[in-house]
């Protein structure tokens, strides 16, 4: 089922804390009875949902279905979100299975970096409703986000379409060609090829631009550091994305902030 088939959510709040300097977890994996939520806020660490796992970021979240192992360890020091919740998903007024699972990466981290700050701001102050309304508030635009994706050009070969949700998925963690060309069960040449093909546009191409994208929002949105707009759009370090996006834009990154900041 396409997300953008579910228009409603509803969530109810069973715990939630927050927790910061962290340089662990209490427990390497745990299942729980109910949805849960693990949402970074500051750092990074590595997780694993059934057979989806990988680094999850500042401004990023893992979501857990019941009864599934969350498997979890920190890479940096931590300040992270975690809420566990009862979940159900509409359609059209009828109840359906909400299909999203694992890590959910968003364009916008911007936005949900804001939304988990609240969500820490407002621990004790303000009605449990709040805090459901917040992490509701997460979810949506996750939803909201890949229904967008869904309106861009999709290629017809399920193989593409594979890698093509491969390096979405992972397009701002140390995604490779690689790993995308394994997941369409193809030789990187052949997939290159195919893509190339379906797509209009090269892999690499398509994954600059995804990264792009965000780069230049977070130059516009925030005051963050280059080499943290780095590390946060999948690049190596502030040189490399510099190079890339004076080749691809025209301008500096610097020069782009101090031309598009309102």
Request: glycine share 4%; net charge positive; with cysteine.
């Amino acid at each position: 089922m396409h997300t953008e088939a579910i228009d409603t959510i509803q969530i109810e709040v069973i715990s939630h804390y927050y927790s910061k300097e962290r340089s662990s977890f209490n427990f390497a994996q745990e299942t729980y009875a109910e949805w849960a939520l693990l949402a970074c806020e500051e750092g990074k660490f590595h997780f694993q949902v059934a057979e989806q796992s990988g680094e999850v970021r500042a401004g990023e979240a893992v979501l857990c279905p019941p009864g599934e192992a969350l498997h979890r360890r920190a890479l940096t020091t931590l300040a992270f979100h975690f809420a566990t919740f009862r979940l159900r998903a509409f359609q059209k007024g009828e109840a359906v299975d909400f299909p999203y699972r694992g890590k959910l990466s968003f364009q916008n981290s911007v936005r949900s970096l804001s939304t988990l700050a609240s969500l820490r701001e407002s621990m004790g102050l303000v009605s449990p409703r709040y805090t459901e309304h917040l992490i509701a508030d997460l979810l949506y635009q996750y939803i909201g986000e890949v229904a967008v994706r869904h309106k861009e050009r999709q290629p017809r070969d399920p193989a593409i379409r594979e890698a093509l949700r491969c390096i979405r998925d992972h397009a701002f963690d140390h995604v490779s060609m690689q790993l995308a060309a394994s997941r369409a069960g193809l030789s990187q040449s052949q997939f290159t090829r195919k893509f190339q093909k379906e797509m209009g546009i090269s892999p690499v191409k398509y994954l600059t631009q995804l990264r792009l994208q965000k780069a230049k929002l977070l130059l516009t949105e925030t005051d963050d550091s280059l080499e943290t707009i780095a590390e946060r759009c999948g690049y190596q370090n502030a040189f490399y994305l510099s190079r890339v996006f004076s080749k691809e834009i025209r301008l500096s990154p610097s020069q782009y902030r101090s031309t598009h900041r309102v």
